[in-house]
């Protein structure tokens, strides 16, 4: 089979740590042809998506006292080429957030792809409809006292009421731009006058869950279905347990409540083409579902001895 990754530049991505690097491996070692491009290389011609990509050959990172190990090169491009992106078989869509003007152009070039033909993973619909905070709300029996709002006062009240909560900017990624707000700091109206842009932009308000400090688990699903976690923990006095921002990994199962939220989620993922999801939750409650470029594979691979990247490969194969 052929597979194409649309991914940031390849030059930048870090082996050792990027999901896409995991999935490519996987593909390449199950022995199917990996091509790679970006955005900025798509086009619809004759109303059908074309890109200009790569075939890609990659050296697999190694796992040595612990650690993914990569060599200092550990990728060869070949000559590129024009193709309609129909002639793959599936097509993943994992250029990292924010999703912004051009990354919204890029799903309407996706859709010119003929699904009869080739699977995007994840459907360009699906990319557009979930926003990563936002789509958690419809799943209320899942998530925890929730309010969207660029209004201050709304903001204030509710943070009065609740004693504490977590701030979060809709287009954010990897904990960027996540504030603890506390009832009575005196820096309140800055933190929400700079996050909100002056009450010009929405921003997501979430009670603050103690149980933060034990965790926030990362769940890998494939088409609704779990098959892997990680625990990442706060460190030091930070309060967010994301590994962009210094949060440690632990190994992690999945409890009852866990699989009951994958449960509740699973028949609108697949109903809006969201194959490859990760969800974070704390204290048994849903606080996003990532839809973008999900990661953790390589976390869950190293502490759990697993291959996550090759069940997805085997799963598009077997349903493409």
């Not at 050792?16 to 900025?40: F, N, P």
């Not at 204030?156 to 287009?171: H, I, N, S, T, Y």
């Not at 890998?220 to 625990?231: C, E, H, K, R, T």
Request: charged share 20%; proline share 7%.
């Amino acid at each position: 089979m052929k597979f194409a990754f649309i991914i940031d530049p390849i030059d930048r991505l870090d082996p050792s740590h990027d999901t896409s690097v995991a999935l490519m491996e996987s593909a390449q070692m199950l022995g199917h042809e990996v091509w790679i491009t970006e955005i900025g290389y798509l086009s619809v011609i004759q109303s059908q998506a074309v890109a200009r990509l790569w075939p890609v050959t990659l050296t697999p990172v190694e796992l040595t006292s612990g650690r993914w190990v990569a060599p200092p090169v550990w990728y060869q491009l070949a000559q590129p080429a024009e193709r309609p992106l129909q002639d793959f078989d599936a097509v993943f869509m994992r250029t990292d957030p924010p999703v912004t003007v051009p990354y919204l152009y890029a799903t309407y070039v996706l859709d010119y792809i003929d699904p009869a033909k080739t699977r995007v993973v994840n459907s360009p619909r699906g990319l557009r409809a979930a926003n990563e905070k936002m789509y958690a709300l419809q799943f209320t029996e899942a998530i925890p006292e929730t309010i969207v709002s660029q209004d201050k006062l709304v903001i204030q009240k509710v943070v009065e009421a609740w004693g504490a909560a977590v701030l979060k900017p809709l287009g954010g990624k990897g904990g960027e731009g996540i504030l603890f707000l506390e009832a009575g700091d005196r820096n309140f109206n800055s933190m929400v006058e700079i996050s909100t842009g002056r009450g010009r932009e929405p921003v997501m308000i979430q009670t603050f869950l103690p149980a933060a400090k034990e965790g926030d688990k990362r769940i890998i699903l494939l088409d609704g279905n779990p098959i892997g976690a990680v625990n990442r923990i706060p460190t030091g006095s930070e309060f967010r347990g994301n590994m962009a921002v210094g949060g440690r990994v632990a190994a992690a199962g999945i409890t009852d409540r866990e699989r009951e939220i994958c449960s509740q989620l699973a028949p609108t993922l697949k109903r809006d083409g969201l194959v490859f999801v990760g969800i974070d939750v704390i204290g048994g409650y849903l606080t996003e579902v990532n839809v973008t470029s999900p990661t953790g594979i390589r976390e869950i691979d190293r502490l759990d001895g697993a291959r996550l990247g090759h069940q997805v490969i085997e799963w598009i194969a077997s349903n493409g």
